[in-house]
């Protein structure tokens, strides 16, 4: 058999990603780093290094997932954010301010904002940004261009479709500019320790901590702290949790949905 076909069937059975899911270049790209990291000169000479060293398929699964996102990834949580957390936000304040922390290819800002476009039609006289950001400038440059195929949109419905993207001829989608001018886009390090702004009303960081240690998981949860307002929204990824030592920073809002408070 093909060593990469072989070594396909393994990722399947090991990593749980099924391959087929994903374009063959682009997993092509993924293992030839973890080859690269691995010392390792072929697709079968990684597929036994995969075989003989059990750390090596956490490691890869990071590699092959980690600007995985798309369109309202985890609908109940985006469903809490438009009954609950947004009219909230509406309410207390006039200009509503959002970070979206490691937001891959735009597609979880640009459903937030989304969101706050209808909140927008109810409260007329409020206003929002939604500030995203990424470690990775090649994400960040698609994130601006706001143009997906069908796949990243299936968790969106087809009246939203119709009035938030443009389709195109080639059947890809590209994201309005009402809903574009929403987001402002710009590189930043989470590990950095500094925070793109201060007195934000809700951060998300999802799915973004997979990789890192426990003492950096600690820091981003201090530096989310230090970003937000009294009472401001942290929404984690839905396998995220948080540390025993920076706990009391935050109130639990929604345990299912991994929605918390900044604690006072
Ligand atoms: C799996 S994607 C998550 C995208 C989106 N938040 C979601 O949940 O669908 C993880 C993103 O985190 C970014 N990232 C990883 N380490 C980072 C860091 N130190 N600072 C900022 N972004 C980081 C990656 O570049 C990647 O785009």
């Known amino acids: 058999m093909d060593a990469f076909i072989s070594l396909q069937k393994s990722i399947e059975r090991l990593v749980r990603i099924r391959c087929s899911n994903y374009k063959e270049d682009y997993i092509k790209r993924r293992i030839l780093s973890r080859m690269r990291l691995t010392n390792t000169a072929d697709f079968e000479a990684y597929h036994k ?22 369109f309202f990834r985890d ?9 609950e957390v947004f009219p909230d936000l509406a309410a207390r304040r006039g200009s509503i301010r959002i970070w979206c922390a490691g937001c891959s290819t735009g597609e979880e800002p640009y459903s937030i904002a989304i969101l706050a476009h209808d909140l927008l039609a109810l409260h007329p006289g409020a206003s929002v940004t ?3 950001t990424d470690i990775d400038t090649v994400v960040l440059e698609k ?13 969106v419905d087809e009246r ?20 574009k001018d929403l987001v402002k886009f710009r ?49 984690m990824g839905k396998t995220e949790y948080l540390g025993r030592e ?10 299912m949905q991994k929605i918390l408070r900044k604690a006072a």
């Open 49 to 70: 290094y995969l075989l003989a060293n059990p750390q090596e398929v956490d490691l890869l699964r990071n590699a092959l997932t980690i600007n995985v996102t798309k």
């Open 75 to 83: 609908p109940e949580v985006f469903e809490v954010l438009r009954r």
């Open 130 to 132: 939604i500030h995203a």
């Open 143 to 155: 994130a601006r261009t706001g143009i997906y195929d069908r796949k990243a949109l299936e968790n």
């Open 160 to 179: 939203q479709i119709r009035r938030h993207f443009i389709s195109h001829d080639d059947g890809t989608f590209e994201v309005r500019p009402h809903i």
């Open 187 to 235: 590189q930043h390090d989470l590990m950095s320790g500094i925070p793109i702004a201060r007195y934000l009303d809700a951060v998300t960081c999802r799915n973004v901590t997979i990789y890192f240690t426990e003492q950096q998981k600690n820091e981003l949860a201090r530096l989310i702290h230090s970003a937000l307002s009294v009472d401001g929204y942290y929404i």
């Open 246 to 255: 920076v706990e009391h920073l935050f109130a639990p809002y929604n345990v």
